[in-house]
């Protein structure tokens, strides 16, 4: 039996006796992983203690570390001051980052967004990005830096040579059904960002029914284990914690969500929580670049979106990374709509169902242009009145049969109880 072998095994032992691993067992196991020593049946068995055990904030420190560590670590010229990143643990209908990043900018924050893609019921930033004609997401690391130098900021896929053992574990873990746990959520979100070279991480963790962390206090432990974590590596961590409930934008798909968050930048908007949820992540990037107190920026963000700057600081990203806005379609082919059967008051919407609706009509569109014009755009809200017959979503791009028209109606409850409308910003940690 090789070494390797033998760590892996006695590190899952321990941690099933309850057991705590010290930084250089955990960098041990990391750097057997990446070099093959150790198979994904022996790292799943690692996994899987770890999920019913948990680690301690020293431990999920040293797995953050190991992976930060497995690749290159982008350096950042120093007279660009304090790099930030932001980070969502995954929404539907979440296009934030592309307000809240230019918006930064246009302040002066030097944001360094490295992004995903679409991930289960939750959609990605580099989908909807890449609706626009030319735009490229795939920035080597040297565009990257000369972009952010440049403009102040962009948005990219994060390259392979970026924390590629966090890629590795992240893909072992989607296949084993080892997500789930807050130790390796932490580790593996602070280990790309770690990876970017940014000084400041502002983090967006969801809570409700449509995020990975369904219970509020779920999302604030995890938000404060990132924010401790952060610490010990001497990173500013600042965590807001948000409503996912209910999409947070009145669209859900890539090109229906872009063309929101444009309606934003250009002052205009669907309902106010797209906008007010990206204000304050952008409030939190500015004042994580500043070195302020918490909100201290949240004038400037407002005058930057009243006054056009974070529009004008989009499109020169835009431009800057190949894309051609004024080719970009905003004319939406509607297949049909979802009406009310009743009189009455929108209780609930089911995040996760809209989320995967999108997700599986997209996946039964042949091709990737026509997919990315799939969505829902909903007409109601929870807590907003309705008359029988009137819309309530509206679907694009995919055909509306009876079966998607069922399962639009199940996830839009409407009752007869008057409700409060939901307030998706609930708590900056
Ligand atoms: N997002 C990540 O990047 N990693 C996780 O483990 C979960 C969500």
Redesign the pocket.
Known sequence: MTSAVSLARFLSEAKRAGGEHSPQEIAGLIHAYQAHDIDDDLMTDWLRAVCSAGMSLAETAALTQAMAHSGRILEWPLELGTIVDK?S??GVGDAVTLIAVPLAAACGAKVAKLS?RA?GHTGGTLDKLECIPGLRTDLSLDEFVRQVGRVGCAVAAASAELAPA?KAL?AL?DRTAT?QSPG??AA??LS?KIAGGAAAIVLDVKTGSGA?MASQAEAEDLGRMMIQVGRLLGKRVDVLITDMNEPLADSVGDALELDEALSVLEGGGFSASLKDVAIEVSTALVDAANGSPPGFSKGAVDEALEHGAGRQKFLEMVGAQGGRLLELRRDFHATGQLAAARDGIVQAIDTRAIGELVAKAKGAVASSDAARTVGVRLRRRAGQRVRKGEALAIVFGVEFSPALGEELRRAVLIGDAPRTPRRFMMKRL
């Open positions: 980070h643990t995954g995903g991930l966090d992240y873990r997500v390796l959520i593996s979100v790309k990975f």
